[in-house]
């Protein structure tokens, strides 16, 4: 008798990631498929630095077991760096280090889903959302989105429908699809979080990376303005796109009840994040350095995304329809089919390989109804040079 | 309306951990109630060394995303490492990286526990780990140990009469019984698991703290000599006790559909474990400073045991009872009563306490039917000098 596995992986089919992954191995392919920084960008000096000081000053903070809920240290810095961005009354002691924001994802799942539990998410969303919450027995409802993020009437709708255990959502630059929510849509939804009871899950790992103005406050930022909308956010951070995924550094940041469930549910989990990661990244924070380094990567995120706007647009025509993107790693763009051209960003993705460029079609970012489309192309891991080359391969592999 | 939570919380009772916890802050307080390495035993100088290295070397490997099953230098020298241990054949696919190994424990637990699945733990066995796989519904069986380690007759009674969907072990120095399971029941366990087809997972944190001849083979290493036994072998591996718990390294060996399944939910737990620790971990490996490094845990320790034994004996007499264990960081003790003397582990913790010594209780250690004149001493955290004096007081409790 082979082994018997839990009937939870039954929920979870992840062909459709595989098969992604397959594509982007190829030798000598320019890739826009990957969800990465830049490593070229990784502040190397800053981080050697911090890791050696935390090190030289606390050895066993850095080196022995720490508390479930983090590193004390980190813990402050944190709450610094979201009080910096607007988030008022931010102490310590009301977040926890995950093990990056996806830790975050998992304990939210574990914490509050029950199976055949409704909850909402963005069509589009982080495919790994997806997974990650079906593995604790998730029903995944989809709410479908626009350039200026979720649409609120279609999701106040369907809160009302389904009455889910929370709502997921990326305001900010998401993954996909690169969409900002806007400020008056953010202030309906803190309105609705209030009126439902109904817990939104904000994940913000791209709220730094803006081009031009900063965007509108996070939901939890916001949530000052709307009298009793606190309590029903819980907010996900990620030190992994301004600084370096390698740390696996995030936070959670939730009302203390299911803060303190969320820590009961990660000290079985592991324990507690890398002490040895969070002193580092304790030190980095504290060393100053870190605001030079949210210049340099909107820096040059933002010459990237304005070179594959400008290219897609150049090569690609009236056959691609995209919003450009204000911030974040990603475009999301939708084939029109304009002039006999093809419509099928499965099919459009296989032609692209073979002349040499990748990227991800969009179908499996959706929970249900996907859109065959779609496709996400990322401006993060190619310089200036190679982004225009491999956007020429995509026209040629449109063309061909 | 109050914020659900999902009904797998329901299977867990903390109350008992946190009433540990609650013993241990208290300032001027001898402790043996610790599961932790000494930090002063830890080789700063080399994992600074190890550290720069990997930034030095593979910046990109240190500090970008990587592969959910891990960085492949360190699944090169962890691969090794168990080979060097004895276990034949093992090659780095045969493994993946885990966040600690509390982590290989939760994706056992996620990957093979539906809600009502018996699991057959030790009695008594790690805290962590019966909340662990109850937070996945599994409803634990209980077999009893000895000095030698689990009770096999016992053992096969409860795998005949429970069917469990697996049987979770600490073959070598236990936590908190320190027990040695010894070689014949190893083989005979290895046959069980053939003869009734079930998974056999061996925690293997302590192995290789052993102060006079090494113990018996791992379970896994034996698998060798029992044909068809290295399928149901699962074995998680650690470096928090004889290198750094901070680092968060441990590792899953286990057949390749389970491996495979268990990569699959770890990525969406947690995408990998830190990469900058990993790389930090391999080039500490690499270096070859792990034999002095192990030559070094296991003499104080082997010290620190040898000066608990006979404190104990000499200050609490025929009032408590214990095997000297021969590795690890743990005594488990029994009051016996003798003379009158306290029987319950949780009044004499209680007044301990105020003689400034603190201990674990052992009643938590048990799924079920607890042992209330078991206790934990850890022998790890403080000096033979400390250690004399902690003991002194204990009897000082005992009779006061």
Redesign the interface.
């Known amino acids: 008798?082979?082994?018997?596995?839990?009937?939870?992986?039954d929920n979870?089919e992840?062909s459709a990631i595989r098969e992604l992954f397959k594509l982007l191995g190829k030798p000598g392919i320019i890739s826009f498929a990957g969800g990465?920084?830049d490593?070229a960008m990784?502040d190397?000096d800053g981080?050697?630095e911090a890791?050696?000081g935390a090190?030289a000053e606390e050895?066993?903070?850095?080196?022995?077991?720490?508390a479930t809920e983090g590193y004390e240290p980190l813990r402050t810095q944190l709450a610094a760096f979201e009080r910096h961005k607007g988030v008022a009354g931010v102490e310590p002691h009301h977040l926890i280090v995950t093990?990056?924001s996806?830790?975050a994802l998992?304990l939210l799942g574990?914490?509050?889903?029950?199976p055949g539990?409704k909850v909402i998410v963005e069509g589009p969303t982080f495919l790994?959302t997806i997974?990650?919450f079906r593995?604790?027995g998730a029903d995944l409802v989809s709410a479908p989105i626009d350039a200026d993020g979720v649409q609120v009437d279609r999701l106040e709708a369907l809160i009302r429908e389904h009455r889910p255990?929370f709502v997921y959502l990326i305001p900010t630059f998401g993954n996909p699809s690169g969409a900002l929510l806007s400020l008056e849509r953010r202030r309906r939804i803190l309105a609705l979080a209030v009126q439902y009871?109904v817990?939104i899950v904000e994940d913000d790992p791209y709220g730094d990376l803006y081009f031009g103005a900063a965007p509108p406050p996070s939901l939890l930022a916001l949530s000052d303005q709307v009298p009793g909308s606190r309590e029903w956010i819980a907010h996900c951070g990620s030190m992994?796109k301004v600084l370096?995924?390698?740390?696996?550094v995030g936070w959670l940041i939730a009302?203390p009840?299911?803060l303190a469930?969320a820590t009961?549910?990660k000290?079985?989990?592991?324990?507690?994040?890398?002490?040895?990661?969070q002193?580092?990244a304790a030190q980095y924070l504290r060393s100053g350095r870190m605001p030079a380094t949210l210049e340099n990567v909107r820096r040059v995120y933002a010459e990237r995304a304005q070179a594959m706007g400008d290219a897609l647009q150049r090569e690609l025509g009236d056959a691609i329809a995209f919003t450009q993107p204000q911030g974040g790693l990603f475009f999301w763009a939708r084939l029109t089919g304009a002039g006999g051209a093809i419509r099928d960003a499965g099919e459009f993705a296989r032609r692209a390989i073979e002349q040499g460029v990748a990227f991800v079609p969009g179908a499996p970012f959706y929970a249900k109804d996907p859109d065959r489309s779609s496709l996400r192309l990322s401006f993060a891991t190619a310089d200036v040079a190679r982004i225009r080359e491999g956007v020429q391969r995509l026209g040629q592999s449109l063309r061909g």
């Open positions: 008798m082979p082994l018997q596995f839990a009937s939870r992986l979870v992840t990465f920084p490593s990784f190397v981080l050697r890791s050696a090190l050895p066993g903070g850095a080196l022995q077991y720490g093990t990056g996806q830790q998992d574990k914490t509050l889903v029950s539990d790994a997974q990650c593995l604790y255990k009871q817990l992994s370096s995924p390698g740390l696996r009302q009840d299911l469930r009961m549910c000290q079985f989990s592991d324990a507690h994040t890398s002490t040895f990661a002193a580092t």
